[in-house]
């Protein structure tokens, strides 16, 4: 039992790159989310989702694209990735509205 | 989304002393959740509280929610070096996810 995890680590990219970061669960969990961590601001939601087939955008969504194809799988995109988006991205999965969150390693994001 | 205030934003102690932190809302929260993160690692879920007034313990720490439910406080009892990290206060927000304060950095010296 894995928990969350996260792929890759880290990674390098140049502006205007494009990469996704992939979150899988193994807890049968409904609820999947990302977020981005900086400096001074804490945690910030990016895009969640609340089952199989859905997502929704959360308090940060620009410059992201997320899905859900799988229960245990979300996938967050960076389709032109920008000098901004330099962070470290953390995935989260709940079983239940309210329930407590459990988090990822995190993916440290580098753009050049 | 809520607004959580975390205080204080750092703190620097020697081992042995207790720590006090809080997070206050301008919203009610019906949940306050507490998390720790270690360098380098993900948040960790220390204490959950469901209920006003709720005071729950996990070894040395205890947090507390508010009696108003815009406010917790978490305490952590004769630091240890490994206590250090930075805790941050949570909250469910009117959606699925959860609001984030912006944290507590703690460090200790032995």
């Known amino acids: 039992n894995a928990g969350v995890t996260q792929t890759p680590k880290f990674r390098v990219l140049k502006t205007g790159q494009s990469m996704t970061l992939l979150c899988a669960q193994d807890?049968?969990?409904?609820?999947m989310y990302w977020y981005r961590q900086d400096p001074g601001m804490g945690l910030r939601l990016i895009h969640y989702s609340v089952g199989e087939g859905t997502t929704a955008k959360g308090e940060v969504p620009d410059g992201y694209n997320v899905s859900r194809l799988k229960k245990q799988n979300f996938l967050l995109g960076l389709e032109s990735a920008a000098p901004s988006q330099t962070s470290v991205y953390f995935c989260?999965?709940?079983?239940?509205?309210?329930?407590?969150?459990?988090f990822g390693p995190g993916t440290r994001l580098l753009v050049l | 989304g809520q607004q959580l205030n975390q205080s204080p934003q750092s703190m620097f102690i020697q081992e042995g002393e207790d720590v006090s932190m809080n997070c206050t809302s301008s919203s009610i929260f019906n949940t306050w959740l507490w998390y720790k993160q270690e360098p380098g690692e993900g948040p960790v879920l220390l204490i959950a509280l469901y209920k006003a007034g709720e005071l729950t313990s996990n070894g040395r720490l205890t947090a507390q929610f508010g009696i108003t439910r815009k406010d917790s406080f978490l305490n952590i009892s004769a630091s240890i070096p490994s206590d250090v990290g930075i805790y941050f206060c949570a909250g469910p927000n009117s959606g699925y996810a959860l609001n984030f304060g912006k944290g507590t950095s703690l460090l200790v010296t032995p």
């Open positions: 807890m049968n969990h409904e609820y």
């Open positions: 989260a999965s709940s079983g239940q509205i309210g329930e407590t969150q459990y």
